[in-house]
């Protein structure tokens, strides 16, 4: 089941902050996010594991809530370099990944 | 090091051909998936492997989607009689382990267009 993110779309001025989220209907194991630029392969950020961690990335972090199987990603003061499309990839079992439709991100200066 | 490579990065086919794309991970991982991505979209699952063993193939549209991994390293997908239908990126990605623990490294892709 492909998890749903929101919103499908943010435009930013850079310094400015954003929250991308991600919703799963089934339980998970854990979340991954990534980032893909235009024209190039997606690219790890940060894996959260079940237990509500929060991870930081640069002036990126998230959020994992298991019991609402949600998590959040928090792009904090933007840069230039932040924007691309943002993937939420969720784990019910040990190996295998179900990828949202991603959140375009555009920073502008 | 280097990361995970793909070829051809582009392959035109005509409907009715055969093709074979190929994905070389990244030294030392042991679990290697196959995804497609749609324009706009995440990539989606098609078939997973630990070491040379297919672990997982649900993800495979139908039987002329065929995936193989004899020695444990390179893989092939293999597409037989190409429908239109089958034009996308198709991108491998590998994994020192098969757990979602742990990252995965997607490689460039490779773009599929049958005409």
């Known amino acids: 089941q492909q998890p749903v993110q929101s919103p499908q779309a943010v435009i930013l001025r850079e310094g400015e902050d954003a929250v991308i989220n991600c919703s799963s209907s089934k339980a998970l194991y854990s979340v991954h996010w990534y980032r893909q630029k235009h024209g190039e392969a997606p690219v790890f950020l940060m894996i959260?594991?079940?237990?509500?961690e929060q991870k930081g990335h640069e002036k990126i972090s998230a959020s994992f809530n298991e019991k609402k199987q949600q998590s959040s990603l928090y792009l904090t003061a933007s840069q230039l370099s932040y924007s691309g499309t943002y993937f939420c990839?969720?784990?019910?079992?040990?190996?295998?990944?179900?990828f949202g439709a991603g959140t375009t991100v555009t920073v502008r200066a | 090091g280097a990361g995970v490579s793909q070829s051809p990065r582009y392959k035109v086919t005509k409907r009715g051909q055969d093709v074979a794309l190929r994905c070389d991970p990244i030294s030392g991982h042991v679990s290697l998936y196959w995804y497609r991505q749609a324009l706009g979209q995440g990539p989606e699952f098609l078939t997973y492997?630990?070491?040379?063993?297919?672990?997982?193939k649900s993800g495979l549209p139908n039987d002329r989607f065929s995936a193989e991994r004899p020695e444990g390293s390179i893989s092939t997908l293999t597409i037989q009689r190409t429908e239109q239908r089958d034009s996308a990126m198709y991108r491998c990605?590998?994994?020192?382990?098969?757990?979602?623990?742990?990252?995965?490294?997607f490689g460039p892709g490779t773009r599929l267009l049958v005409l």
């Open positions: 959260l594991l079940k237990g509500g």
């Open positions: 990605a590998s994994s020192p382990r098969g757990a979602t623990w742990l990252a995965q490294y």
């Open positions: 492997f630990n070491y040379e063993a297919q672990q997982d």
């Open positions: 990839g969720t784990a019910p079992n040990d190996y295998k990944l179900s």
